[in-house]
């Protein structure tokens, strides 16, 4: 592993840390507000006015800045599994906001999750031919996109807690893997203001960040934190990866013992999503509803 892949390494576990600060502080404020619709905008703009929500979107600004400098020195392919390390350090962020133990099934679910990154990682990621992919690949890239969180968003409107949860973490979590191959871009113009103002990904990357948002604070209302954070945090790099591949040119192992290591690796972060989601936790996150009527 060369410098430059280890600079963007750290950096990439720096920014799940702070993403994972992020996450349970949100998902404390939603659990406090009364139950809204899936996608409500109403419900964002009542967490504008709780003082816990807007101090952690300052966790959220220092991990989105950690990301971009790491997507500058690194791959897509690499980068963006490395998120999931904010598995480590979530439950350890509820716990201690919350002030109770760590719920042990989502310390082993996070250790799954954790195992199978590892083993991601491993298998390999190469940079890309390009940073700048063409307007054909972008238009495929958005398409795919609105077609998986529309499924999603269907299974979570029929799907109870926390598989209601599941569904919309996937839905956020592919709208944030579009929003880190629009960063990867974006990432190439600094310091160049100029430049970066006048490329539109910038302006995508802002609107699929505020449909995001929504998508988002929605998931922390319908289920335990790692019910919905595991969901979201795999499949951002999930997708991360595949637009990668698709439209940056990068590459992962595809043969020998790499591509058995890729394999066990996807199995182990379906393991980690089922036993976070089939958790019968929600009693917390009743009881934060309750405290809120």
């Known amino acids: 592993m060369g410098p430059v892949i280890l600079l963007a390494t750290v950096l990439a576990i720096a920014a799940g840390a702070a993403f994972a600060v992020t996450a349970a502080l949100q998902h404390r404020a939603a659990a406090q507000e009364a139950e809204h619709?899936?996608?409500?905008?109403?419900?964002?703009?009542?967490?504008?006015?709780?003082?816990?929500?807007?101090?952690?979107?300052?966790?959220?600004?220092?991990?989105?800045?950690l990301q971009a400098v790491a997507l500058r020195f690194g791959p897509l392919a690499l980068v963006q599994p490395l998120l999931i390390s904010s598995l480590i350090f979530a439950p350890g962020a509820e716990a201690a906001l919350n002030r109770q133990p760590v719920n042990r099934r989502s310390l082993f679910g996070a250790s799954l999750g954790v195992l199978g990154l590892a083993l991601f990682v491993l298998s390999g990621a190469t940079a890309g031919d390009t940073t700048d992919p063409s307007t054909h690949a972008w238009l495929l890239s958005g398409i795919a996109t609105v077609a998986a969180v529309g499924v999603c968003l269907v299974g979570a409107a029929q799907s109870?807690?926390?598989?209601?949860?599941?569904?919309?973490g996937i839905a956020t979590g592919t709208m944030y893997g579009y929003m880190s191959a629009l960063l990867k871009t974006c990432s190439t113009q600094f310091p160049d203001l100029g430049a970066l103002f006048g490329h539109w990904q910038l302006y995508g990357f802002a609107l699929v960040g505020c449909a995001g948002l929504v998508v988002n604070q929605s998931m922390y209302q319908r289920g335990s934190l790692a019910a919905g954070l595991t969901a979201l945090t795999i499949s951002e790099p999930l997708s991360g990866c595949i637009f990668g591949t698709t439209a940056f040119g990068e590459s992962v192992a595809t043969s020998g013992l790499r591509l058995t290591a890729l394999v066990v690796a996807v199995g182990l972060l379906i393991a980690a999503v089922w036993t976070v989601a089939s958790d019968r936790e929600d009693q917390q996150h009743s009881e934060l509803h309750a405290h809120a009527h």
């Open 160 to 168: 109870a807690k926390p598989w209601s949860a599941v569904w919309l």
């Open 37 to 65: 619709h899936i996608g409500d905008p109403r419900l964002l703009l009542r967490l504008l006015r709780r003082p816990l929500w807007l101090a952690s979107n300052l966790a959220d600004l220092l991990g989105a800045g």
